[in-house]
């Protein structure tokens, strides 16, 4: 394992680790490498050792290392045994082999999160403290237990559009006026629906959510206004409607650039006058309700078209409210993947974590899916790597950087410099004022032109030496540092 003043500066996990082992030379390697980094390592001879001091260890953060050649029989029974504790403890497997296999056995016991190859590399090592600092997060256990629910009903971001649309959402929020919220699909409308629903003085009643494009035109007045007993065929009996439902708070229309123009003459009289009839029904119901609608069309060019009336777009349109794509706020990407793998973890759905690498390559994606797109991404990665810290290689093909690019933390600023002995001008990379890690920057840039080399070479590894100009075996020791090596098996490592 690599060794650096640098690591010890890096900011580790709090958490407690147990190691079952009987192998004095295991247990003197480890101990080493958490006293180099200051960690807490704990070796217990036997189970009921290690039994006794992970119960009182229930205070902080506790992962538990098990070598992989103590007695299967007794392994087993240890490991169900924590399991009928009811207690989430991650536990990772220890094993000397230089390549772990695929199938490794779990013995029964499902929070089994990782394998530790031995000898390892730091950055496995620190992946593997990550990995039970978030496994135990998620399960509500250790000093941060669980997140406020309160935190998703915000809209994260630092960018100025994000803070203007926060602004708006205030002043607007706890008076009458009916709000028209613009934007592309994914975006985030509803999540400004439901804040101004949250901070106004309707907050204790209810919000209720139409999709107008979701329902067939004939059914919709239905579904809005609700209907009485035999008022069609199939109504069987009486039944409220979404204007009902909500009285008293907010109804949000959403898609409302869908609705049919029969329905759009309905709901303009009943924004006009406040009330309505159920359908097979001449009785006038009062509504109070306020009116948040949602599209990602452009209604004026609907008006035009005519698709759209244009007495209901000034009823709906009192106050807008435009939600920029998130191409176009892409500072606000890191604050709303934390959020989003915060709401994960609070739905119990697993975890993960991401490095500054991988953010800054999903900073230069388009997203033409917007927020939507990077909430399915980080779903898929927290089930492609559970607990797990996902680095810019174990992207999907799509958010990588494009051809020989490199995510904005690779890239340096350049300035012009006169090229040795010459009178011509060239660019040179720059020294950002605030300083930059050097050892991060240059394993950051040789990994990138390995995976780019071994990619051109069709993953052959001796054709990827060549053109790196180095040798084979060195390449392979490389591949096995950054943790490329499983990928590549297939040709030859």
Known sequence: MESSDE???????????????????????????????????????????????????????????????????????????????????????VQDDAVIPETSPSYGYKNIIGHLEVPTQFDTFITMLHKAEVFAESHGKGPKKGRSVELFRSLSGNSRATKQINRMIEQVADSEATVLILGESGTGKEVVARKLHFHSHRRGKPFVPVNCGAIPADLLESELFGHEKGAFTGAICARQGRFEMAEGGTLFLDEIGDMSMPMQVKLLRVLQERSFERLGSNKTVKCNVRIVAATHRNLEEAIKKESFREDLYYRLNVFPIEMPPLRERVEDIPILATDIISRIENEKRGSVRMTPAAVAALCQYPWPGNVRELANLIERMAILYPFGVVDIGDLPDKFKPEGDTLPANLALPEVAVRAEGTATMTTAPRLPHEGFDLKVHLNNLERNLIEQALEESEGVVSHAAKRLQMRRTTLVEKLRKYGLQRSHEASGI
């Open 7 to 93: 690591f010890k500066m890096q900011e580790l996990p709090n958490i407690r680790v147990y190691l079952l082992d009987n192998n004095k030379k295991r247990q003197d390697y480890f101990c080493n490498i958490f006293n180099f980094v200051s960690g807490d390592l704990h070796v217990v001879s036997d189970v009921q050792a290690a039994k006794r001091e992970i119960k009182l260890s229930a205070s902080c953060y506790v992962a538990v290392l098990l070598s992989d050649d103590i007695d299967q029989e007794t392994l087993k029974v240890f490991l169900q045994q924590l399991d009928d504790t009811g207690e989430p403890i991650p536990v990772f497997i």
